[in-house]
């Protein structure tokens, strides 16, 4: 599990520091639009990615303890992404929509890179 706890941290960071750049092109650029749907995607994606890491530490602790295992929280990492849509269509001036989806997946796109990039340092034995 330290393993899980440690890969966790690394992608919290990365998309901490993907989000402070996203920050600073929303305070910088004219893209105030792209900028704040690619925020709140990202946002999202980070808490579906800590929502994810928080269930699986519980079915790990349920299932060790030889209990049964429920469900990982799908509703409500599928109700968040649902809700950030509707925000995106809600205020069309403020977010947009097309950015948002693409921050919704930064998750997923992190934790590739990061696969590919531990692949590539990892040590041979």
């Known amino acids: 599990m330290p393993e899980l706890q440690q890969l966790f941290y690394r992608h919290c960071k990365y998309m901490l520091y993907l989000l402070s750049i996203l920050v600073l092109g929303w305070g910088f ?10 925020i709140l995607g990202t ?3 980070l808490f579906n990615h800590w929502n994810l890491y928080r ?14 295992a429920y469900g990982m929280g799908t509703l409500i990492r599928m109700a968040a992404v649902i809700l950030a849509v509707f925000v995106a269509t809600k ?3 403020v977010f947009h929509l097309i950015s948002v989806i693409i921050g919704i997946v930064t ?12 692949q590539i340092f990892k040590p041979r034995n």
């Open 29 to 38: 650029t004219e893209y105030k639009t792209i900028f704040m749907g690619l």
């Open 43 to 45: 946002a999202v994606s």
């Open 55 to 68: 269930k699986t530490k519980r079915i790990e602790k349920v299932v060790t303890e030889g209990k049964k």
């Open 91 to 93: 205020y069309p001036t």
């Open 107 to 118: 998750a997923y796109v992190v934790v590739m890179i990061d696969f590919v990039i531990m």
